[in-house]
């Protein structure tokens, strides 16, 4: 057979190979899957987190508006591509009238299983932040019923005004993002960097003075916008 016919059977089967090999990734990006088997946390859109939250195998929804982790809403999954309808954090955690509560939700674990940050407190009217009723760090799998976890662990966050996903010291690990009252009028970005385990670190002098901010009610410190970009890819 000639060089030339050589070349001209080739080139169908190199095109072939790499359509082939395109539409295999296409269908890994559309559906991916964590290494633990579990579908892989994904972004819909830039406020909206798709993934497991209660370990049944199908993903959720989880909206949070300004990222704030103030209005946080969750879509249970229905495992046939259908979704409950939204659901706030709030409600689901038994948040009183008068209280404040913020959310943020990741898969600080690297399991494939999403978790839950939550704090619950009624603002302070006075120069002292409040203790908050409600401040725990809860692994997935969460029930559905109250958003409670097995091994849920207290946190120390404090007066929570936002929560937020962060990453700060570029360790693959979300970090978290404390807008927090801390008395006498100061408004203070704190941080928690994540232990290996993922529970969220203490509340750390040094890691609060080379990524924290103080501020006041008129001028609030900045806060991390784009905590889940740095982890999670588009769903499509």
Known sequence: MSRTRSRLI?????AAAVSLGLAGYQASAAEPVSTHGL???CLSDAETL???LDG???????NNPWLSGTKTTVQWGNGDGTYSAPVSVASLVGTQKGEV??????????????DLVVNVVEPSSGDDPSAPR??????????????????????DIGEAQQLRIADYNKDERPDLAVLANTGDGVRERT???????GTPGANDADANNKYGEIGTPA?????????????YGSCS
Do not use: C
Not at 134 to 144: A, F, K, M, Q
Not at 219 to 231: E, R, T, V
């Open 10 to 14: 080739a080139l169908p089967l190199a």
């Open 39 to 41: 579908p892989a946390p």
């Open 50 to 52: 798709v993934g497991d």
């Open 56 to 62: 049944d195998a199908h993903v959720d929804k989880v």
């Open 101 to 114: 509560t913020t959310a943020a939700v990741a898969d600080f674990q690297g399991d494939g299983t999403l």
């Open 134 to 155: 409600i401040s725990e760090y809860r692994p997935g799998p969460l029930d559905r019923g109250d958003l409670g976890s097995a091994d849920a662990q207290q946190t």
């Open 191 to 197: 941080v928690r960097l994540t232990n290996a385990d």
């Open 219 to 231: 001028d609030l410190p900045s806060m991390p916008s784009d905590g889940w970009k740095q982890f």
